[in-house]
T-cell receptor, first 113, second 114 residues
Framework: GQQLNQSPQSMFIQEGEDVSMNCTSS?????WLWYKQDPGEGPVLLIA?????ELTSNGRLTAQFGITRKDSFLNISASIPSDVGIYFC?????????????FGTGTRLQVTL | DSGVTQTPKHLITATGQRVTLRCSPR?????VYWYQQSLDQGLQFLIH???????AKGNILERFSAQQFPDLHSELNLSSLELGDSALYFC?????????????FGSGTRLTVV
């Protein structure tokens, strides 16, 4: 089946630093989604990408849909303590963006003051 | 508050037992999705219902079943529980398949099987 591998698995960064993480797939996706999960909560959608090469921003977050359609990248600029959490990429395996999401392995972000 | 309500928040039960997890979607959403999150398997899609009908199945065990009722709430039934079924179970909802990218997730039910 489809697998989404995220790297790094975890990272410690200092407040104010920029963060980069990526997600790679063994197969092509037509949509890429990036989520953040806080402890004890469900994933919250951050950014949705629908077209190869697309670059989309949401505040300090910027995500890119890779040209090959097998990867995606998420950047966080000027990190702050509330950025702590687990970031997941996801792609739909069925019809429509919300069907049969395959989630990545996650990147755990921890910010030190 | 995401608008997706899951109950109970926590559940502790013994092996071999059966439990029912409940999900109320956001107002106006017709699609409900169930996911399981465990340490070893990560977040995995289980099943999707749209307006009362099953639309897609993922890695859902035969011991698990779900349904969506006329009022659009959904229930996930887990039977003959095993220790390995301990996990967070999430429900997500969207207006319809193909709309509302990714759906909106509830806060989950944490199931512990002892």
């Amino acid at each position: 089946g489809q697998q989404l591998n995220q790297s790094p698995q975890s990272m410690f960064i200092q407040e104010g630093e920029d963060v980069s993480m990526n997600c790679t797939s063994s197969s092509i996706f037509n949509t890429w989604l990036w989520y953040k999960q806080d402890p004890g909560e469900g994933p919250v959608l951050l950014i949705a990408l629908y077209k190869a090469g697309e670059l989309t921003s949401n505040g300090r977050l910027t995500a890119q849909f890779g040209i090959t359609r097998k990867d995606s990248f998420l950047n966080i600029s000027a990190s702050i303590p509330s950025d702590v959490g687990i970031y997941f990429c996801a792609g739909p395996g069925g019809t429509g963006t919300a069907s049969k999401l395959t989630f990545g392995t996650g990147t755990r972000l921890q910010v030190t003051l | 508050d995401s608008g997706v309500t899951q109950t109970p928040k926590h559940l502790i039960t013994a092996t071999g037992q059966r439990v029912t997890l409940r999900c109320s979607p956001r107002s106006g959403d017709l699609s409900v999705y169930w996911y399981q999150q465990s340490l070893d398997q990560g977040l995995q899609f289980l099943i999707h219902y749209y307006n009362g009908e099953e639309r897609a199945k993922g890695n859902i065990l035969e011991r698990f079943s779900a349904q969506q009722f006329p009022d659009l709430h959904s229930e996930l039934n887990l039977s003959s529980l095993e220790l390995g079924d301990s996990a967070l179970y999430f429900c997500a909802s969207s207006v319809a398949p193909g709309q509302g990218a990714g759906g909106t997730f509830g806060s989950g039910t944490r199931l512990t099987v002892v």
